[in-house]
């Protein structure tokens, strides 16, 4: 088992990390989980007595203000007071709701993640970045707030399908882009099913650890973990508002296509990077850039109405602050 050091919390990797779970001190422990998590997850956590099990609909279209609700509903029918915990057992969308949630409820509780997708593992459940999608915008209410643990057993990861599986894989693809071609070489030389996941893991989320660590409320370079997400949040919420959602880590691989071409990058790596994601993974039709316009503008990230990017100068090397105005894109 590995122990890494967050901000004032720590990462627990490893098939023994639940016996990290510590809940003693709580007047009542509440459990978020989706129906599946529930189904396949849930019986990890059965030795927590007298917990209550807070249930929500899976999926990005769910990750709204009236899922929000029946989560206070249930936290507040329950009783709980200010030292009770909430334990986020799901994906992105559970940590990200939950965390939020917990961290607005009686203006704050503790909680825990216990993330059980690989896009959850190396991604939403690190660095303490919580909210929920509003009127069709990605992640466009939320805050910053760290859990008192993160809890990773990779034996999750066969719970998932292997949609699933590949879409978590677009964060460590970024990870590797941003921060180190080494890893960028050894993940586009190695079949997919035959990586050794506790390694991956444990690799990308000290990455993500190091530049969270650096920069805890994105003011500098933080900005860097957003490298495939400006365009990416935005083919997400063109498909959420279709009614036709997509997979977080296929939009972030279109994303990263998209903003390689923005990239200072040789002609070589970018068709590298482009033809490494297409033959290995299915990606949706990407959507046209002016289909794209009005969820880019609505970008947090925006400055004096110019588009924020992170793009390469090179494989492993990132720069933040790039602006484009819409006619330049």
């Known amino acids: ?30 459990i978020l989980v989706d129906e599946n998590t ?39 029918q329950n009783s709980f007071d200010r030292n009770s915990l909430l334990i986020n057992l799901g994906g992105g969308v559970i940590g990200d709701m939950g965390g939020f949630c917990a961290s607005t409820y009686k203006r704050g509780i503790d909680f825990i993640q216990i993330p059980t997708s690989l896009l959850a593992m190396v991604d939403a459940s690190v660095g303490g970045k919580l909210g929920i999608d509003f009127n069709g915008l990605k992640n466009h209410v939320g805050l910053f707030s760290n859990p008192k643990s993160v809890i990773i057993n990779p034996k999750f990861l066969e719970t998932l399908a292997e949609n699933e599986l590949k879409s978590g894989f677009a964060e460590v693809v970024k990870h590797a882009l941003i921060t180190d071609k080494n890893l960028w070489n050894h993940l586009k030389n190695s079949n997919l099913l035959d990586l050794d996941w506790e390694e991956i ?61 923005l990239s200072s990058l040789s002609v070589s790596e970018k068709n590298d990077i482009k033809n490494y994601i297409l033959s ?17 503008r609505n970008d947090k ?29």
């Not at 957003?226 to 508002?241: D, K, M, R």
């Not at 290995?280 to 880019?296: G, I």
Request: net charge neutral; proline share 2%; charged share 25%.
């Open 1 to 30: 088992m590995k122990e890494i050091k967050a901000d004032n919390y720590s990462i627990w990797i490893g098939e023994k990390s639940i016996s990290k779970l510590d809940v003693s001190k709580y007047s009542k422990i509440g």
């Open 38 to 76: 529930k189904e396949f997850c849930l019986p990890l956590l059965s030795k927590i007595k007298k917990s209550i099990v807070i249930e929500i609909k899976s999926a990005e279209e769910n990750k709204n203000i009236d899922s929000c609700n029946l989560i206070w509903e249930a936290l507040s």
């Open 201 to 261: 893991i444990e690799t990308s989320v000290q990455i993500k650890n190091k530049i969270v660590m650096s920069d805890l409320k994105e003011k500098g370079e933080r900005k860097k973990l957003n490298f495939g997400h400006t365009f990416g949040h935005a083919i997400e919420s063109y498909y959420l508002q279709k009614g036709t959602p997509i997979l977080h880590g296929e939009a972030i691989f279109m994303g990263i296509i998209l903003e390689s071409e």
């Open 280 to 296: 290995n993974f299915s990606l949706p039709y990407t959507p046209s850039k002016s289909n794209l316009l009005n969820f880019l």
């Open 301 to 329: 990230k925006n400055f004096e109405e110019k588009i924020n990017f992170s793009l390469l100068e090179g494989i492993g090397n990132c720069t933040i602050n790039n602006l484009f105005s819409e006619d330049e894109l």
